[in-house]
Structures are given as C-alpha cells and as structure tokens.
C-alpha cells in the first residue's frame, strides 16, 4: 500500500468508529461531562486529522463542523424511528448546545495547532 492508500484507510476507520461512537447512547456516569467530551473530541480531531492531511485542513475543520451538525441531526432522526419500531430512544437527542460545544473544541484545536506550528517554526 502507499503511502495516500494508508491514510484514506486510516481516515475510513476513524470515521466509521466516530460515527458508531456518536450514535450510541453515552453511559450514564458521562452525562455529566457530555459538552466537556465533545469539545475534547472536536479538539483531537481537528488536530489528528490536520497532521494526517497537512494540505486540507480548512476542509477538515469545515468537515468536522458540518459532521457536528449531521450526527446531531442523526441522532433525532434515528430516535424518531426507534421510539417507532422498539418503544424507545436508544441514544442521545439532538441538542444545540452540543453544536455549540462541538465548535468551542474545534475553534481550540485550530488556534492550539497554529500557535504550536507557529512557535515550533520559531524556536527550532
């Protein structure tokens, strides 16, 4: 495999284990650190995804804002059909403030990353 081969496999992963990770209902002993662990996500996310492809990162954290708000949409949608056929919701609901969290991570993944680069580029 390439090079390009093994990070398209790499990216393929980590997004069907993302999305599997955000469709399932979240353990009761983290409910009260939910926004908390979406800010953390979206953080390490913007910041694995831009190491792994250096030349896209504005689409990456355009792609990772959007999937914020697709996966919230997911998540009502497919409540809505679970409470139709099994009686009950079986994950999360769809919450703005998780969208706003979702950013917060993002937005600090960003500036850390360019600082980093920035004071790396300087001192070394």
Same mark, same amino acid.
């Given at each position: ?20 990770g955000f469709m399932i209902k979240l353990p009761k002993i983290f409910y009260h650190f939910d926004k908390e662990l979406h800010? =953390? *996500?979206? %953080? !390490?996310? &913007? /910041?694995?995804? $831009?190491?792994?492809?250096? #030349?896209?990162?504005? +689409?990456?954290? @355009?792609? =990772? *804002?959007? %999937? !914020?708000? &697709? /996966?919230?949409? $997911?998540?009502?949608?497919? #409540?809505?059909?679970? +409470?139709?056929? @099994?009686?009950?919701?079986?994950? !999360?609901? &769809? ?14 993944? @960003? ?14």
């Open positions: 495999m390439k090079n390009n081969q093994y990070k398209n496999l790499i990216i393929i992963i980590f997004a069907f284990l993302v999305i599997f800010s =953390l *996500f979206y %953080f !390490g996310a &913007f /910041i694995f995804l $831009a190491l792994l492809i250096p #030349n896209k990162r504005f +689409l990456v954290s @355009i792609v =990772l *804002f959007l %999937f !914020g708000i &697709f /996966i919230e949409i $997911a998540q009502d949608f497919s #409540n809505r059909i679970s +409470l139709k056929y @099994i009686g009950k919701v079986i994950h !999360g609901r &769809f919450d703005i403030v998780d969208i706003k969290f979702n950013c917060i991570g993002l937005i600090l993944g @960003i500036v850390i990353f360019y600082f980093s680069k920035y004071f790396i580029n300087k001192y070394s």
